[in-house]
Nanobody, 125 residues
Framework: QVQLVESGGGLVQAGGSLRLSCAASGRTFSSYAMGWFRQAPGKEREFVAAMSWSGGSTYYADSVNGRFTVSRDNAKKTVYLQMNSLKPEDTAVYYC??????????????????WGKGTLVTVSS
């Protein structure tokens, strides 16, 4: 079993930055590709970014490419999402998720093995 706990959300002005963290329990974290998803009020959950289980590749949604960076620290069992140049349309609950031995690009669709409960990011204009 893997449990995921997100943190780092909050209120930030447009143009600002936040770093989200997702801490995992379990001994097999390094075998999981990790991704970030978000759900804005009244909208469906959407893919944001992912990193492969090996850490060798990343994949981003077009809407965040160039502004967000996903990274992982397997020793700390943590995955991060650095968000820069935030926009009001980035306001959402952000979730991390994991899938065993997936590629980063494959994390853009399909079922995940584990989900966190989310952290709220609010970007004011």
């Amino acid at each position: 079993q893997v449990q995921l706990v997100e943190s780092g959300g909050g209120l930030v002005q447009a143009g600002g930055s936040l770093r989200l963290s997702c801490a995992a329990s379990g001994r097999t974290f390094s075998s999981y590709a990790m991704g970030w998803f978000r759900q804005a009020p009244g909208k469906e959950r959407e893919f944001v970014a992912a990193m492969s289980w090996s850490g060798g590749s990343t994949y981003y949604a077009d809407s965040v490419n160039g502004r967000f960076t996903v990274s992982r620290d397997n020793a700390k069992k943590t995955v991060y999402l650095q968000m820069n140049s935030l926009k009001p349309e980035d306001t959402a609950v952000y979730y991390c998720a994991g899938r065993l031995r997936s590629t980063a690009q494959a994390m853009g669709g399909g079922e995940m093995d584990y989900w966190g409960k989310g952290t709220l990011v609010t970007v004011s204009s």
